[in-house]
């Protein structure tokens, strides 16, 4: 039998490390060739590492959420044969594996104990750790209720430390009510801690509503994975993009009945369209008239690059997160291809099965909540970028047309610029421009 070890494989693009996101195995585990064994995560992608052999797994080589460089060791693997591990030299102690490490230190001490007393010394054993906390918090629950309590009459000034008045304060505790069962009444912080969780437990019938009783408990989340990249991504964007955001309502009412009319006409055969193709039509024939719109700035080099083509980053909220699928030249394809493509990224980016190709090289974005878009938003670009275009929610009301008071349906477009690249003035015209295509449709048809 030998050892076969697998390491973090160049992905590729300059790419130096990853993130480890999820195991597939565990210690023990047999694994086949070609099974995956875990998701690491790029700056772009979610890359599956699979088994060159075929095995038994004997260590992992980090924990979910570490970050690794790539030919760092990522499993131990031991096969029918020598392996890839080169053995050691004669009269060398073999190399301990991580899991073997953390573990060889508790035994060394448990045999040290052991040979340390004589054998025919009676040892009495030891309470776990968990019952002994348990019984030490019942014995302060006990003290604190107990008889020999000190009951505090009415306008006696409670005695405690500073540090146990400090404690009810960040608590959130009268003093004034908590038994004290210290000398002369004093309030421990045993007191205070037993108060505080008989506080947080179920009240009986008749006694303070729950609804405005106590808590204290708090959760820690680390943020690994998705949601890792997202803030640094998005903490990127904000430190080095200057940020100003246009707002401009937009009648979608005309736009809107089109919209019924080819549903109504072709829904079934090619599909139902959404507001989305006719903003990414729109946005198609705006850039053509504003093409520093459509570029990405290499602030380090000091170079924005334009672009002819326009590959639209669609920003989709996944259960991980928020991804931005690609819809890679725009400028070809009609509603209906474009409402297909949207629709497949988004099931791609959702079910995690979009690829670095599809996640990667948008040349300007587009964003929005649907529904819960809300009057106004303030988008953040998606660097290096210099414009992302949002859209919020689309609501029925009363405007004046000629005169008289009419029902429009009117929809806000927020829309956000990099101010080194986009003066406002541009930025104005190019959002003037999508709402006059909207508001007219008919013109998004015409060359």
């Known amino acids: ?53 075929a095995g038994k797994v004997l260590a992992l080589g980090g924990a979910v959420g570490q970050v690794m460089a790539v030919g760092s060791e990522v499993i131990r693997i031991e096969v029918e044969g020598a392996g890839n591990l080169k053995a050691p030299a004669p009269g060398a102690a073999p190399a301990a594996t991580p899991a073997a490490a953390a573990s060889a230190a508790p035994t060394a001490a448990a045999v040290t104990t052991a040979t340390a007393k004589p054998a025919e010394t009676p040892v009495k054993a030891a309470a776990p750790p968990m019952q002994t906390a348990a019984a030490s ?12 309590a000190h009951v505090r009459a009415p306008g006696d000034k409670p005695i405690a430390s500073p540090a146990v008045r400090r404690q009810a304060w960040d608590l959130g505790i009268e003093l004034q009510f908590v038994p004290g069962t210290g000398t002369g009444g004093r309030i421990t912080h045993d007191d205070l801690q037993a108060y505080a969780q008989r506080a947080a437990q179920p009240q009986a019938v008749g006694a303070v509503d729950q609804r405005f009783a ?81 570029a990405r700035y290499d602030d380090d080099a000091a170079v924005v690059t334009r672009y002819g083509a326009v590959h639209l980053g669609i920003a989709t909220q996944t259960e991980g997160g928020l991804m931005v699928p690609v819809v890679r030249h725009a400028e070809t394809r009609d509603l209906w291809s474009c409402a297909a493509e949207v629709l497949r990224l988004a099931e791609a980016a959702r079910t995690g099965k979009a690829s670095r190709d599809e996640l990667s090289g948008s040349t300007i974005t587009i964003t929005s909540l649907g529904a819960l878009g809300g009057i106004v938003s303030t988008p953040v670009i998606n660097h290096p970028e210099v414009a992302i275009v949002g859209i919020n929610r689309m609501v029925e009301r009363p405007m004046m047309r000629n005169g008289a008071v009419v029902a429009r349906q009117m929809m806000n477009l ?22 006059g295509y909207l508001e007219t449709p008919a013109t998004l048809f015409v060359e």
């Open 214 to 294: 106590q808590r204290l408990d708090e959760q820690s989340i680390p943020v690994i994975g998705l949601r890792r990249k997202i803030a640094q991504k998005m903490q990127e964007a904000k430190r080095r993009i200057p940020h100003f955001t246009y707002v401009e309502e937009v009648d979608m009412t005309e736009l809107e009945a089109l919209r019924a009319k080819l549903n109504a006409k072709h829904g079934k055969e090619r599909g139902r369209l959404t507001v989305l193709p006719f903003l990414v039509r729109a946005v198609v024939l705006a850039v053509r008239e504003h093409p520093q719109i459509n």
């Open 1 to 53: 039998m030998g050892i076969h070890v697998i390491k973090m494989p160049d992905i590729g693009e300059g790419i130096a490390e990853v993130e480890l996101v999820a195991w597939h195995v565990k210690e023990g585990d047999m694994v086949a060739e070609d099974q995956i064994l875990a998701d690491v995560m790029t700056d772009k992608a979610t890359v599956e590492i699979p088994s060159s052999v």
């Open 137 to 148: 918090a019942a014995s302060r629950r006990d003290a604190a209720t107990s008889t020999t």
């Open 414 to 435: 927020s829309s956000s610029f990099d101010h080194r690249v986009v003066d406002g003035m541009h930025a104005a015209e190019f959002v003037q421009l999508i709402r």
